[in-house]
């Protein structure tokens, strides 16, 4: 079975930079689709990003878009979420997530802080 662990959240001022990791164990073979989303306090949980496992294809929400990239290393089993230009807003408990092909969310990290100070 799959396991996800996030790891690369913290404290950072508005402006700076923070990448995200999330490491993938157990069989890879299986998953199709990796997605980014954040939580924050008193909010619902969004969407941030996608990326496709083989293909390498992605997707960002409007509110990251530009400033958060993506990315795997199907070699280490990893999926990374770069993210430049944060703002207070981004503020957020993140998690990775596998996305299956028929549009549902099989699995979850235990997520990661993410806290922007102005």
């Known amino acids: 079975q799959v396991q996800l662990v996030e790891s690369g959240g913290g404290l950072v001022q508005a402006g700076g930079s923070l990448r995200l990791s999330c490491a993938v164990s157990?069989?890879?073979?299986?998953?199709?689709?990796m997605d980014w989303l954040r939580q924050a306090p008193g909010k619902e949980r969004e969407f941030v990003a996608r990326?496709?496992?083989?293909?390498?294809?992605?997707r960002y929400s409007d509110s990251v878009k530009g400033r958060f990239t993506i990315s795997r290393d199907n070699a280490k089993n990893t999926v990374s979420l770069q993210m430049n230009g944060l703002k207070p807003e981004d503020t957020a408990v993140y998690y990775c997530?596998?996305?299956?092909?028929?549009?549902?969310?099989?699995?979850w990290g235990q997520g990661t802080q993410v806290t922007v100070s102005s």
């Open positions: 997530a596998l996305y299956d092909s028929l549009g549902r969310y099989t699995k």
């Open positions: 990326i496709n496992w083989s293909t390498g294809y992605t």
């Open positions: 157990g069989p890879t073979f299986s998953i199709y689709d």
